[in-house]
């Protein structure tokens, strides 16, 4: 049975960085609602990188919106975006137009139109800005969620950026209480009907297999197998992990260091680990399919992730559904991901050399990373499911929707 339509809104689909948006929208489509993506770019060569029912789930689900540049071209293209909505959806495009909507922003939300959510969801906070009226014009209930960027970096220069997502969104989500605290701290009302929701693993497809952390890594037999995966981004801390593995190597502690990732800051990082002398000891492998970053964490003995901001860390629950202890940071809402001497080790942003102490003990204890990598696996497996998480994402809709109706 057929729940409700919901759009869901991204810049493009599938992404690499956004592996949650795929796990999140096939738990619900599972669970008996008419999930829709609507992207400004669909990313085809990407769909052959997901699980075989993700991607039978979602390819024909996904729709581009119309091209906004150059900018004649979306002039020229303007009158089909109508023509399209009128011949599919009349009523609903008579009802858009009556209510305020512009031709010219009909053209944006001309995809919107034709679906006929009964709820969109914004994923990004950032992509809500500028387009709350869409609740009104399409007589659906909106709900954005902030995912940490979003918070700790868009529109600090204005308090006011996110005034009309507070007051007319019908609810917000976020990741955990950190990210809770930031809304509040960015105007949004306690009242405001909202959703702690946290990220969730597969754990089945993050299958650690036979993992042996017997051997004493760091020695002279082999070396501690570190990986870290994320952006290259400057929130991420890569420098400050870099100079971590080079305080190991200064201690005697032999290293292997592997970083999946793409960015803009690949030639920072690179000539980071040339300036410190890790270039023997340090692999940048580039952004990686999912099938390939498991492939990883069954080669590394720990997870490295030294972020100075961070909304949760999805691929630090990827790292502990694998039995890799972890070392991070407090940064942001790493602290609810993992649980500190339980799961893996944490230390304050910034701070490489207490980086370098919690992964030299690591290295110097094959029992403690067993534990940690044990009790990592656990916990994702009992509080970081993806059946919960659509769950929890169908209960938030079903109040949005309760709530949108009785306004």
Known sequence: MTRGRVALVVPVFPARSETFI????????????????????????????????????????????????PRWRAALLAPLALARCLVLAPARTRRYLSRGGTLRRLYLDAELICLGPALIHFEFGALAVGRMDLGTLLGAATVVSFRGYDLSFVGLEDPSHYAEVWHRA?????????????????????SKL???????????????????????????????????????????????????????????????????????????????????????????????????????????????????????????????????????TRAGGLPENVV????????????????????ARLAGDPALRARMGAAGRARVASKFRLADQAAAFGALYERALGASRRA
């Open 340 to 359: 500190d001497s339980e799961t893996g080790l944490t230390a304050p942003s910034r701070d490489p050399n207490a980086l370098a102490d919690a992964l």
């Open 170 to 190: 019908t609810a917000v989500h976020v990741l955990g209480e950190y990210l809770w605290k930031r809304a509040r701290a960015r105007g949004c009302p306690e």
């Open 194 to 328: 909202h959703a702690l929701i946290s990220p969730a693993i597969d754990a089945q497809f993050f299958d650690p297999g036979p993992r042996d952390h017997a051997v004493q890594a760091g020695s002279a037999a082999r070396p501690l197998r570190i990986l870290s995966v994320g952006r290259l981004d400057w929130r991420k801390g890569y420098e400050y992990a870099l100079e971590a593995v080079r305080a190991l190597e200064d201690r005697g502690v032999r290293c292997e260091y592997h970083i999946i990732g793409a960015g803009e800051f690949h030639t920072a990082t690179a000539y980071a680990r040339y300036q410190l002398g890790l270039t023997d000891v340090v692999t940048l492998l580039g952004a990686k399919p999912p099938s390939d970053i498991r492939e990883e964490m069954r080669w590394a003995d720990v997870f490295l992730h030294a972020a100075v901001s961070e909304g949760f860390g999805n691929s630090v629950l990827e790292a502990q559904a694998m039995m890799l202890p972890v070392v991070c």
């Open 22 to 69: 795929v796990a999140k929208a096939v738990g619900l489509i599972d669970a008996g609602w008419d999930v829709h993506i609507v992207c400004q770019k669909r990313d085809e060569a990407l769909f052959a990188e997901l699980p075989p029912h993700a991607s039978a789930s979602l390819r024909g689900r996904v729709h581009v919106t119309w091209p906004h540049r």
